[in-house]
């Protein structure tokens, strides 16, 4: 199973980016998709999720009404649209798989880092 985030980069305040996630060795059907992000000093954070069964989506409060997870399973990749971001926005963004959304990924992509600054 491989998983890479891409998209990144640098954006103003305000402004928008779109993460995606190409996943390979699984389908979106049966795995659900993660994204997370972590700030330098700081903790790893569980930013959304997309689950495999119905496609419903769940979100952290820090982002809920500024980010939309999407997905197109036949090109079995995950979308991250950001908007409104804020500086506290900056990080490094991974997206993971797992069966369900409610438990600890069980694989992992390398990051894309995102930077929200003027």
């Known amino acids: 199973v491989q998983l890479q985030a891409s998209g990144g980069g640098l954006v103003q305040p305000g402004g928008s980016l779109r993460l995606s996630c190409a996943v390979s060795?699984?389908?979106?059907?049966?795995?659900?998709i993660g994204w997370f992000r972590q700030a330098p000093g700081k903790e790893r954070e569980w930013v959304s999720c997309?689950?495999?069964?119905?496609?419903?989506?769940v979100y952290a409060d820090s982002v809920k009404d500024r980010f939309t997870v999407s997905r197109d399973k036949d090109k079995n990749t995950v979308y991250l649209r950001m908007s409104s971001l804020k500086p506290e926005d900056t990080a490094v963004y991974y997206c993971?798989?797992?069966?369900?959304?409610?438990?600890?990924?069980?694989?992992w992509g390398k990051g894309t880092q995102v930077t929200v600054s003027s």
């Open positions: 993971a798989a797992d069966s369900f959304c409610s438990r600890p990924p069980q694989y």
């Open positions: 060795g699984v389908k979106l059907k049966h795995y659900s």
């Open positions: 997309i689950r495999a069964t119905d496609g419903s989506t």
